[in-house]
């Protein structure tokens, strides 16, 4: 999980332009208590093939990512649609998931399902041992891996 | 995704196919592209081999930039398609893909790959592949 979240930090700081940084699950729990209410947010999931397999899931409000949409674009945030916003949080994961597996597996091959994308609302907990938490531009966003095993 | 993609003219220079399924990522690369200071021609987007191969059918294309990971037609079956086109023996392919496993280079590795880019990638590092190449390979 470590590993995933790394490379989570890594995309946002060389792909996104964005200060990222992990964080404690306590750090992670007063971050998420002090996003707005009602908030929407953003989970990309991407559903990976190989020598093991499994789905590896981005979650992140969805007003942070339209700012690192328009940044990763160069756009102004107003200028971005919203399903740019959705593909964005698409290519997110899959770069996490792909950085991931090549630093940890560079021996072997994986594929790698198109991103799914699905809205939710704001999480008001999380369990720290199945998530991996970090702050991007000081907002919250969670990593999680879920092994085969579990897909629904 | 993206069903009629409009390609973007620029000045003179080489033309660019982008390859990739994220439009988001598409438009990425398309913006590193036009800003590096490299004189390029028309960049084409495509979301797939299977689009790609269409517009390399009917324009002039110096520079692909495929993705792996795509439905309908992947990077690696586009670049097969391309090895067996003696017509297409000048096209420079770089391969822009999150899969930079050794596993994923080595079923590459004979099909004229001139650069391999791992996602996430750097805007300077798309600066350095077009300067690199284009001494080489301008019209």
């Given at each position: 999980m470590a590993a995933l979240g790394a490379a989570a930090v890594n995309v946002a700081e060389d792909s996104l332009f964005a200060f990222a940084e992990a964080c404690s699950a306590d750090a992670l729990a007063v971050s998420l208590d002090a996003r707005p209410d009602g908030e929407t947010w953003l989970r990309a999931a991407v559903r990976f093939r190989g020598p093991f397999q499994g789905v590896a899931e981005v979650s992140l409000p969805r007003d942070l990512a339209l700012e690192l949409c328009a940044a990763f674009g160069g756009d102004s945030p107003e200028d971005v649609a919203p399903q740019d916003v959705r593909d964005f949080a698409g290519e997110f994961a899959n770069m996490m998931c792909g950085l991931w597996l090549t630093r940890a597996h560079s021996q072997a091959r994986f594929d790698l399902d198109a991103p799914r994308i699905d809205e939710f609302g704001r999480p008001v907990a999380v369990a720290p041992a199945d998530v991996f938490g970090l702050l991007v531009n000081d907002a919250p966003v969670i990593v999680s891996l879920r092994p085969a095993e579990s897909q629904h | 995704?993206?069903?009629?993609?409009?390609?973007?003219?620029?000045?003179?220079?080489?033309?660019?196919?982008?390859?990739?399924?994220?439009?988001?990522?598409?438009?990425?690369?398309?913006?590193?592209?036009?800003?590096?200071?490299?004189?390029?021609?028309?960049?084409?987007?495509?979301?797939?081999?299977?689009?790609?191969?269409?517009?390399?059918?009917?324009?002039?294309?110096?520079?692909?930039?495929?993705?792996?990971?795509?439905?309908?037609?992947?990077?690696?079956?586009?670049?097969?398609?391309?090895?067996?086109?003696?017509?297409?023996?000048?096209?420079?392919?770089?391969?822009?893909?999150?899969?930079?496993?050794e596993a994923r280079r080595e079923e590459v590795s004979g099909l004229d790959v001139k650069m391999y880019v791992e996602k996430p990638f750097r805007p300077e590092v798309m600066r350095d592949v077009l300067s690199d190449l284009s001494p080489t390979t301008g019209r």
């Open positions: - | 995704m993206q069903s009629e993609l409009t390609p973007e003219t620029a000045g003179a220079g080489p033309n660019v196919l982008i390859v990739d399924d994220s439009a988001m990522m598409r438009k990425l690369i398309r913006r590193v592209t036009s800003v590096v200071g490299v004189p390029i021609g028309t960049i084409f987007e495509a979301g797939n081999g299977r689009e790609a191969l269409d517009i390399l059918e009917h324009e002039d294309i110096k520079f692909v930039f495929t993705d792996i990971n795509m439905p309908v037609m992947t990077g690696t079956e586009l670049l097969r398609a391309m090895h067996e086109r003696p017509e297409w023996q000048h096209i420079v392919r770089i391969i822009i893909s999150t899969d930079g496993s």
